[in-house]
C-alpha cells in the first residue's frame, strides 16, 4: 500500500496497531452480519424469488408480481405487516414525506421525541423555508419537539407530558444526522414506543431509519415503531440499488402512504418496475454483508483518528447502532482537507476536488466526497459536512473494507 499511495512508514505502522485493536470490535460486527445474512437468505428462500421476479413491467405496472414480491419479502426481513419499496422514490426524504403527509392531517399534531429532524426534513414540516410552499405547516398541522437530555437520549418523561390528544404522530429519528448526540439503539426506540403507546395507544410512531437498516439484530417496526422509512442507496440497497426508499410497518398505514405515493384508490396497485427489480432483489441479499463492511470502515476511521488525537463519535470500542462516523476537527481547512482526501481515495471521480456549496435543503454551505459509482450513495463510501462549528465530518459508507481503508489512510495523509 505504501508504493501504491505514498503513504508514510509511521501511518503503516499506526494501520497495524489500529487492526490489532479492532479485532474484537470486528468480531461483533461478524455476529451481527451473519445473523443478518441468514434471515435475509432465509426470506428469499421463503418467498421463492425466482428470474420471472426480475422480469420488467412498463406503463401502469398492473399485476407486476415481481414488484409486489420484493414488498412481501422486505416486510418479513424487517418484521413488518407490510412494507412499500419502490425505485420512483428518490430519497429517504422523499420516503419520510409520504409517510408524513400519508397519515398526518390538517389539525394533527407531530411530535418530534429526538429534538430537531435532520436538515432536509425542516422546510418539509415547514418551520423553516418560504410559507406557502405545501409544508405540513401550511396544510394546518402543527409541530413541537422534545429535545434530548444532556446525554443524548430521547426524554420519556417530557415527550409523555407533551402528549396531548392532538398530537397524532410521534417521529424518532435513529441515527444522529448532522448533529453530536449518539445514534439511538433499536432497544431504546422501543422504550419510547412503549411509553407512547402505554399513554396513548392510537398514536402512530413513525421512525427515520436512515443508516441503521442491517446495524443491529431488530429494526424498529419489531419493537413497537408503527412505521419506518429510508432510502435505498443507504444500507438496505446493498450498494446496487441506483435509486428508491421504502417506508415498512403496520398494513393499513403502508397503504395510506401508497395513496400518497400515487393517488388515492389505486396506491400501489400501479407502477412500472421498467426492469429495476433485479438490482433491488439483489441489493437487499447483499446488504446485510455491505453494511457489515461500512461498519468496520467506520470503526477503523474512529480508532485511527483517535489515536491522532481528534474527537470521535462513536468511538471505537462502543456498540455501534448506525454506519456514520463523526470526526471534530475544529478547524474548517482540516474538514476540507479530509473531505477531499477521501475523494482522493475514491474509485469513481478521485480526480476531482470537492467544495463547500449551497446544497438544496440545508441551511448551511455543504462539503460531500462522495466518488461513488451511484449518485449520492452513502453506503459507498462518503464523507461530508456542514460548514459550521466545531467543523465535524460525518464519513460513511464503504462497500469493501479494503478500500475504504485505503481511503480513509489517504485523508490522513491530506491532514
Known amino acids: 500500500m505504501d508504493t501504491l499511495f505514498g503513504l508514510s512508514q509511521e501511518l503503516l505502522a499506526l494501520e497495524k496497531e489500529v487492526m490489532t485493536a479492532l479485532k ?4 461483533r460486527v461478524e455476529e451481527i452480519t451473519e445473523y443478518n445474512q441468514q434471515k435475509v437468505l432465509g426470506a428469499f428462500i421463503n418467498h421463492r424469488v ?21 414488498d412481501r419479502l422486505f416486510a418479513q426481513i424487517v418484521g413488518a405487516e407490510d412494507s412499500l419499496v419502490r425505485f420512483q422514490i428518490a430519497n429517504g426524504t422523499q420516503a419520510l414525506s409520504l409517510a408524513l403527509f400519508g397519515v398526518l392531517r390538517p389539525g394533527d399534531c407531530l411530535l418530534c421525541a429526538t429534538g430537531a429532524p435532520y436538515d432536509t426534513l425542516e422546510e418539509v414540516v415547514g418551520f423553516r423555508g418560504e410559507k406557502g410552499t405545501g409544508s405540513l405547516m401550511d ?8 429535545e434530548l437530555t444532556e446525554q443524548g437520549q430521547a426524554d420519556i418523561p417530557a415527550i409523555l407530558n407533551q402528549l396531548t390528544d392532538d398530537v397524532k404522530m410521534v417521529y424518532i429519528q435513529r441515527s444522529k444526522g448532522y448533529s453530536s448526540r449518539p445514534a439511538l439503539s433499536v432497544a431504546k426506540i422501543g422504550d419510547i414506543c412503549r411509553a407512547v403507546h402505554e399513554k396513548k395507544p392510537d398514536t402512530v410512531i413513525l421512525a427515520d431509519n436512515c443508516y441503521g437498516e442491517f446495524v ?6 419489531e419493537v413497537g415503531a408503527n412505521l419506518m422509512a429510508g432510502s435505498l442507496i443507504k444500507n438496505p440497497g446493498g450498494g446496487l440499488a441506483r435509486c428508491g426508499g421504502y417506508i415498512a410497518g403496520d398494513k393499513d398505514l403502508v397503504e395510506l402512504c401508497s395513496y400518497r ?3 388515492q384508490g389505486i396506491g400501489r396497485e400501479v407502477g412500472a418496475s421498467l426492469g429495476f427489480n ?10 446485510p454483508h455491505v453494511v457489515g463492511e461500512a461498519l468496520k470502515s467506520a470503526l477503523f476511521a474512529a480508532c485511527l483518528l483517535d ?33 477531499q482526501g477521501i475523494q482522493s481515495g475514491s474509485p469513481v471521480d478521485s480526480y476531482v476536488t470537492p467544495e463547500p456549496w449551497d446544497m438544496p435543503g440545508y441551511a448551511h454551505q455543504v462539503i460531500m466526497a462522495a466518488g461513488t459509482f451511484t449518485s449520492g450513495a452513502s453506503i459507498e463510501l462518503s464523507c461530508d459536512a456542514p460548514i459550521r462549528e466545531p ?7 464503504g462497500l469493501n473494507f479494503h478500500s475504504a481503508k485505503a481511503a480513509i489512510l489517504k485523508a490522513v495523509m491530506r491532514l
Open 307 to 339: 489515536r491522532l488525537g481528534y474527537a470521535v463519535s462513536p468511538y471505537y470500542t462502543d456498540i455501534r447502532r448506525d454506519i456514520i462516523q463523526s470526526v471534530d476537527f475544529g478547524d474548517p481547512q482540516k474538514l476540507i482537507a479530509f473531505c
Open 216 to 221: 443491529e439484530k431488530q429494526e424498529p417496526v
Open 24 to 27: 474484537e470490535p470486528f468480531a
Open 261 to 263: 405515493l400515487t393517488t
Open 391 to 397: 467543523y465535524t465530518a460525518y464519513l460513511q459508507g
Open 278 to 287: 433485479r438490482e433491488l432483489f439483489m441489493g437487499l441479499f447483499q446488504a
Open 139 to 146: 396544510f394546518g398541522v402543527t409541530y413541537k419537539q422534545i
Open 50 to 70: 425466482c428470474e420471472q421476479d426480475f422480469a420488467a413491467t412498463t406503463g401502469y405496472g398492473y399485476d407486476d408480481a415481481g414488484r409486489d414480491k420484493l
